[in-house]
């Protein structure tokens, strides 16, 4: 864009509106710390679908020309405006953050070809770039040097994103992932930029199909890009990587405190074709001792695909199968997808028609393409009428029992090609496009579900989904997509997995032994180590595939798979208690290493291994063949040794013997960690009495408590514990009491000792 000269400028509250020669800009400090940068393309405001509300916070914006730029600054930062709008940014005592290049770009390194070359290579299906992409809208970053790039969702890649490309552009891939795709499932366009001593995070809430160039083009800058859409960007400071995503999840909101029993393992597959296998992966689930507390029913439950349907052949008297599940602790999950079949006489399909609520082809009429079910058409998300409709049809779904809805194919997916960009959709009054709308269909989607899930039953709204834009966090939770039965995918998943909660969703998982392709029982237990400490753990793989339920190998298989699988249930009061820190500041479960170790330079590229919360590391197997591995130690804290109780000195690397029965994990020192005692689904037995597992002889822990259902907890019923170990000495407080039920005791394990103490009034010191 050529926005020539600084014209003149005017400043009011938090808002700096500056005039170019050919266009105009505005700069506002939404917070001290988060200033955003508006220009317009397409409309004169955003209408932005990951921030709800006014965010902006009363800041003392000073606002001054000097020379031939103006600088506007806050108690925090620094912004400088130049001609042709190119900004920089300061911290207040002058650290640079990030500036704008002002060079001319060139692509570095780029092969020249001859034509009849290129046209060779292209027959045999290679894709050849050629140097400088350019587009409508672009800012265009320094690399100051010492960069490591964070974030931007699910992207199949490691965790240091330099020197690589992105799209985002939500994309249904059931082909392997492999590194060099630049686009997947969810488009999240919030980068982490993290150096030696600057962190900062970018927000491009440009919600058409957008790009970044993560130094790949040239080393000496970064940039991302639109074609359509405004110029409408955050510049995100903070102090640590961690208030960074504390300030974009602030924008865009956090993840809410999940129902307890989410926190299970899950049981997926598609598909249990029928009632009776259904009902015996259950009996497997309970004759095995496998906890387990969701069975999942993929599309085959359906009458023909017909959403809100069950097939009355495959699934007979579904309800009573419902509850006859529920009485055993097992909660049941249902797909279900956008695309509607087109079919007359089928209730969604006619109220749909008869309200005018499916998207329209440019012609006028109802567009049409082919999903599951056949000859589809999709409803029309952006409208309110079509959500509140969407949310109203929940209701035949949980009246029956089903406790959450699992929307899949929302990209919106399609067989007969991809739905052309000049589909009409709308955005609330205002006709659009699927070229505009593509990216958000999924997140307004799931909004429908989260809201008409909680008006029906008043509970925490179980909804998972494939494809994202930022903010729908609020929302549901995800999981990666179709990965494979690989172990790259397993390699990667860490990566992924941590990318994905740097961007704001906490509640993530992948699909426990992979998707595709045949897993192998050594694969599964492996994954099943990674996946009993991921926020949301479900096992599941693709029709045609081989089963891989526990038991679907040998005796040693299920048995690992269980000790995991029962570790992780001891876990859930400690995960529990990392998620109600991700619902108050937006710091993900799942967490890469430098999260917490941002000091220590060794972490910043550690692809495998990971943090849930502050205390729990693990450093699992991702190779074949494996048995042993090199194990990083941050530096900073003693490491215990989760197995053995050894301790090691942070800052040291060293080598774990790993059978197949072991997944290396360590515990912080300091650590006082909450444990649940084994049971076969939550709720199965009342914790009474909760376990404390103490390591080492300082730490302080807060513990969280409440009926792990509803949103009582909002309105205060809830406990606050907290655990405190100094001199030799752990105390017990209850530092909030708002919730009835309470621990009557703990059951301490504390230098190599473990005692019972029953606990009634508020304090206890042991
Ligand atoms: C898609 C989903 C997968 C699901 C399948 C059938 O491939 O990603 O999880 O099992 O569709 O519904």
Known sequence: MNYGRIKSFHAEGNRVEILFEHQKAAITAITDEIINIFSPGQSEINHSFAIEGDKSKPVNVIANMVGNYIVISTSKLAVYVYDQCRVNFYTSDGTVLCRDYKGEREAQGVAIISKEAAEQARMEGHVLTDGLTRHAIEVVKCIEGDEYFYGLGDKYSFLDKKGYDFEMWNSDLPEPHFESMTRLYKSIPFLLVHREAVNYGIFFDNHHRTYFDLGKENDGYYSFAADEGNLDYYLIYGTTLKSVISGYTYLTGTTPLPQLWTLGYHQCRWSYENRAELLSVADSMRENEIPCDALYCDIDYMDHFKVFTWGESQYPDHRKMLEELQKRGFKVVTIIDPGVKKEEGYFVYDEGIANDYFVHAPDGSVYENVVWPGDSVFPDFGRRAVRNWWADKQKCMTDDGVAGIWNDMNEPAS????????????????????????????????????????????????????????????????????????????????????????????????????????????????????????????????????????????????????????????????????????????????????????????????????????????????????????????????????????????????????????????????????????????????????????????????????????????????????????????????????????????????????????????????
């Open 415 to 766: 067989f007969r090609g991809e739905i052309p960009g000049d589909v009409v959709f709308y955005d609330e009054e205002r006709a659009s496009t699927h070229r505009e709308m593509h990216n958000v269909y999924a997140s307004l989607m799931a909004k429908a579900t989260y809201e008409g899930i909680r008006r029906h039953t008043g509970k925490r709204p179980f909804v998972i989904t494939r494809a994202f834009y930022s903010g729908a966090q609020k929302y549901t939770t995800a999981w990666t997509g179709d990965n494979q039965s690989h172990w790259s995918h397993l390699r990667y998943a860490i990566a992924q997995l941590c990318s994905i909660g740097m961007s704001g969703l906490a509640f993530i998982g992948t699909d426990v032994g992979g998707f595709g392709a045949n897993c192998t029982a050594e694969l599964l237990c492996r994954w099943t180590q990674v996946g009993c400490l991921s926020p949301f753990f479900r096992n599941h793989a693709a029709k045609g595939t081989r089963h891989q339920e526990p038991w679907a190998f040998d005796r040693q298989t299920m048995e690992i798979c269980r000790k995991y699988i029962r570790l992780r249930y001891r876990l859930i009061p400690y995960l529990y208690d990392c998620f109600r820190i991700a619902e108050a500041m937006g710091i993900p479960v799942f967490r890469p290493l430098v999260l917490n170790f941002e000091k220590d330079a060794n972490t910043a590229r550690i692809n495998d291994q990971f943090m849930v919360g502050d205390w729990i590391m693990a450093a699992p197997i991702v190779d074949q063949g494996k048995v042993s591995r090199d194990v990083y130690l941050p530096k900073g804290c003693n490491w215990y040794d989760f197995h053995t109780g050894e301790r090691f000195p942070g800052g040291s690397r060293i080598l774990r013997e790993a059978p197949l029965d072991t997944c290396p994990i360590y515990i912080k020192e300091g650590a006082i960690l909450p444990l649940w005692p084994v049971m076969n689904y939550v709720g199965e037995k009342k914790v009474d009495c909760l376990e404390l597992m103490v390591f080492g002889s300082d730490g302080t822990y807060t513990h969280y408590q409440d009926n792990g259902e509803d949103f009582a907890y909002r309105d205060g019923e809830y406990n606050l514990y907290q655990f405190m170990r100094r001199n030799g000495r752990l105390s017990i407080e209850m530092t909030h009491a708002g919730y009835a039920e309470r621990y009557e005791a703990f059951k301490v394990t504390m230098n190599g000792k473990t005692f019972k103490i029953k606990f009634s009034g508020r304090k206890l010191v042991i």
